[in-house]
């Protein structure tokens, strides 16, 4: 099992470009989320989705966007990149009970 | 509105019960307390769960005080590899809105 996966591992962005943040999951999971990591903090939720079709905002949407068209995927896409944005980025998934299953993450840097 | 209070840091002695403390005095009656860790740069890693009993696992134990206000983490036999950041959480299984805080980070020292 490939669990949930993400890419690209790595990336640098210049000021004021897009891009998107794949996740994919082949657990069949329901529930799938997207945290953002800053150095020497904790994880703070961007979205979630509780099943395809339906996405809400977490603590901090602004800058992001997210789509759920199948069960198995949910991109982040990064709008107009800015500094503040630099960080671990993190997706997420689970079923009903609450027990997360994370990818490896995704480090971007905003130049 | 943290839902969860927990130490910055600690210690403990290889070989030694690591006992990290949660305090969730605002808790639900239909909301859950679960512990994560997350070791290094790595993607957190859930440990166990639990409502009300006492909880074993593998992994740890989750003890909860009756009147569940509070709880704890006990790695029974802590080892260098268990030097990471614990996150305690409480949620309800219909809140899909899982947040974390800035968690507990231990050290295990030989």
């Known amino acids: 099992n490939a669990g949930v996966t993400q890419t690209p591992k790595f990336r640098i962005l210049k000021i004021g470009q897009s891009m998107t943040l794949q996740c994919t999951q082949d657990?069949?999971?329901?529930?799938m989320y997207w945290y953002r990591q800053d150095p020497g903090m904790g994880l703070k939720l961007i979205y979630y989705?509780?099943?395809?079709?339906?996405?809400d905002k977490g603590e901090v949407p602004n800058g992001y966007n997210v789509s759920r068209s199948t069960t198995e995927d949910f991109p982040l896409r990064l709008e107009l990149a800015a500094p503040s944005q630099t960080s671990v980025y993190f997706c997420?998934?689970?079923?009903?009970?609450?027990?997360?299953?994370f990818g490896e993450g995704s480090r971007l840097t905003v130049l | 509105d943290a839902k969860t209070t927990q130490p910055t840091s600690m210690d403990c002695a290889e070989g030694r019960a690591a006992n990290l403390p949660c305090n969730h005095s605002?808790?639900?009656?239909?909301?859950?307390v679960y512990w994560y860790r997350q070791i290094h740069s790595q993607g957190p890693q859930y440990i166990i769960h639990?409502?009300?009993n006492n909880e074993t696992n593998e992994m740890a134990s989750l003890i909860i005080t009756e009147d569940r206000k509070s709880s704890t983490l006990i790695l029974p036999h802590a080892t260098l590899r268990d030097t990471a950041v614990y996150y305690c959480?409480?949620?309800?299984?219909?809140?899909?809105?899982?947040?974390f805080g800035a968690g507990t980070r231990l050290t295990v020292k030989p």
């Open positions: 997420a998934s689970s079923y009903l009970t609450g027990e997360l299953f």
């Open positions: 657990m069949n999971h329901n529930y």
């Open positions: 989705s509780v099943g395809a079709g339906i996405t």
């Open positions: 605002t808790i639900s009656g239909n909301e859950y």
């Open positions: 639990g409502l009300k």
């Open positions: 959480i409480v949620r309800s299984y219909n809140n899909n809105d899982m947040r």
